[in-house]
Nanobody, 126 residues
Framework: QVQLVESGGGLVQAGGSLRVSCAAS????????MGWFRQAPGKEREFVAA????????LYADSVKGRFTISRDNAKNTVYLQMNSLKPEDTAVYYC???????????????????WGQGTQVTVSS
């Protein structure tokens, strides 16, 4: 069992930056692939970014490519999502998730992730 706790959400103006973090409970964090997903009110959950166990491979949704950066610090059992040039349409609850395997291009599929955090709200004002 892996417990994931997100933090760092908040209110930011359009064009601004925000970094959200996700701390994992297990020392075996370094063996998990990690992903970020988001869900806006009235919309389905969507993939944002994913990173493999070592940080050597990443995957991004087209909507955030070039603006968001996913990274991880295995010594701190933490994965980060740096969000720059934020837009009002980035407003959502952001969830981190852990998967026991890295699926490369398929790592954007939410059902492949076994563990999920409770989410952190990110609001971008126009």
């Amino acid at each position: 069992q892996v417990q994931l706790v997100e933090s760092g959400g908040g209110l930011v103006q359009a064009g601004g930056s925000l970094r959200v973090s996700c701390a994992a409970s297990r020392r075996t964090f370094s063996t998990y692939a990690m992903g970020w997903f988001r869900q806006a009110p009235g919309k389905e959950r969507e993939f944002v970014a994913a990173i493999n166990w070592s940080g050597g491979s990443t995957l991004y949704a087209d909507s955030v490519k070039g603006r968001f950066t996913i990274s991880r610090d295995n010594a701190k059992n933490t994965v980060y999502l740096q969000m720059n040039s934020l837009k009002p349409e980035d407003t959502a609850v952001y969830y981190c998730a852990a998967a026991t395997s890295w699926y490369s291009r398929r790592s954007n599929v939410g059902s492949l992730y076994e563990y999920w955090g409770q989410g952190t709200q990110v609001t971008v004002s126009s």
